[in-house]
């Protein structure tokens, strides 16, 4: 039976439940992970489209001319992921990092070769048997690369577009450049790299650690009255090849739990408990706080309060932006080089520019009418214009009127934009500009 571990004046609050498998739960989050890390691009859900120059995300189709939703949602995205890191530590590297779960895949990959190899070919020599573990490895990784970079070009590229270049074998555009570096790179990783990637080269692992402060989650050794074994499992289940007895603190530990399952696993069968636990911080305990269940997910602070509240606000504001865009841009400039035209017929024309583009996912029909000029009439579109879903135009049309109807200089109208289907009436202020009474016929004739 388990003996209740004896908590002294700073024991960090213990987030660790007696029992928790953290490899399970870690394997169950991960295998979610895939499957969305794979599902975003190919429905559509996210992609930064360098081809078609759009931003999809979560059944928003935002154009690159939208840049201040897709800056905004940007920087929400880096800010959910700053304020995961102060919270919760390096919880996105060892339960939601692709490259990790990718690591850990070919870790557990090679190891299964390998067993298999060394217990079947007991005959051959141990580098023979190395070799021959190793040739599998890459056999299988190599259509495995394929498909991950694949994957993940298509967050850039459209998956049908990605997917002709690739049965053409297509190295000679761009997209088909990337695609193979792309899986060069990925081959190499998962080949040689794996976890050194993390302490090597990625800086999310240096940004996390100093966004951490005294509240934040991490994987903490405890053992106030020397009840370590030293069997060093915790040492041999580390997948960063640490010993978490040194320090909470140090720089390759990705708070991925290993270790305190193969604690809890040695301990627990002599009836004691783990050394190693997750813990808020190095902060002592306060015990009327943590009944608190705010304080028990990790909002321990102001600060992790405020940040929470912000963020609340920023995804409702976006969210709301988002919602509040129309797919139907239309906008009306005039062309003030020439200020009017008068034609053979004797009418007033004053020339503008209709700038359209139907970033919707049905066809549009866009109408122009006039308000508040009677003699007024719209010359070049008045049957109106139809733009098909991606479409973007630019036409010019006329706004005439005989000049006996109309006040000479400037007169005040409005131009109303409809469009079909259901999209709110624009009304937009412009002026008609009529020859002044005394004026000389200095304007251009046609
Ligand atoms: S020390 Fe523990 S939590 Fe940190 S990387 Fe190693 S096994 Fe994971
Ligand atoms: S697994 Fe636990 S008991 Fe064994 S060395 Fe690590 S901390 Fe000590």
């Known amino acids: 039976m388990a003996t209740a571990q004896k ?34 691009p190919l429905f559509d859900v996210m992609r930064v489209d360098l081809v078609r120059q759009r931003f999809y995300f979560f059944g928003a189709e935002l154009w690159i001319s939208e840049f201040s939703i897709i800056f905004l949602t940007m920087m929400f995205l880096w800010i959910l992921i700053a304020a995961m890191a102060m919270i919760y530590g390096r919880f996105y590297c060892g339960y939601l990092c692709p490259q990790m779960i990718f690591s850990e895949a070919a870790n557990a990959i090679e190891k299964g070769i390998a067993r298999v190899v060394n217990r079947k070919l007991t005959d051959i020599s141990p580098r023979a048997r190395r070799s021959l573990t190793l040739g599998v490895l890459f056999v299988i990784l190599l259509p495995a690369s394929v498909f991950f970079s694949f994957v993940f070009v298509s967050f850039f590229i459209p998956p049908a577009d990605l997917f002709h270049r690739l049965l053409s074998f297509d190295i000679r555009t761009a997209g088909g450049l990337v695609g193979a570096s792309v899986t060069l790179l990925t081959f190499l990783d998962f080949a040689f790299l794996r976890q050194r990637f993390c302490t090597a080269i990625c800086p999310y692992g240096y940004l996390q650690n100093m966004l951490a402060d005294r509240h934040t989650l991490q994987v903490f050794f405890q053992d106030d009255s020397g009840k370590c074994i030293h069997c060093d499992k915790c040492v041999r289940a580390c997948p960063m090849g640490i010993d978490i007895r040194k320090s909470s603190h140090q720089l390759e530990c990705t708070h991925c739990a290993e270790c ?104 549009a029909r866009v109408t122009l009418s006039l308000a508040d000029l009677p003699a007024a009439q719209i010359v070049g579109v008045q049957d109106g214009i139809t733009l098909k879903p991606g479409d973007a135009l630019q036409r010019e049309f006329d706004v005439t009127a005989a000049d006996t109807a109309v006040a000479p200089g400037v007169n005040h109208l409005r131009i109303l934009v409809h469009v079909d289907p259901g999209q709110k009436d624009q009304s937009l202020a412009e002026t008609f500009i009529a020859p002044m009474e005394s004026a000389a016929p200095a304007v251009k004739q046609n």
């Open 7 to 40: 908590i002294s004046k700073n024991t960090p609050p213990r987030v660790t439940l007696p029992g928790t498998k953290f490899h399970r739960v870690r394997k169950t989050i991960q295998s979610i992970c895939v499957t969305i890390f794979i599902l975003l």
């Open 260 to 363: 305190i399952d193969a604690c809890s696993g040695v301990l627990g069968r002599m009836g004691r408990q783990t050394l190693i636990h997750y813990a808020w911080g190095d902060a002592g305990r306060n015990e009327a706080a943590e009944r608190r269940w705010y304080r028990r997910i990790g909002f321990r602070d102001g600060k992790r309060i405020a940040v929470l509240v912000l963020l609340t606000l920023y995804a409702t504001g976006l969210a709301i932006v988002i919602n509040m865009r129309q797919p139907v841009m239309v906008r009306i400039m005039p062309n003030r080089i020439t200020l009017y035209t008068k034609g053979p017929d004797g009418l007033i024309h004053n020339t503008f520019r209709l700038v359209a583009s139907n970033r919707g996912k049905t066809d």
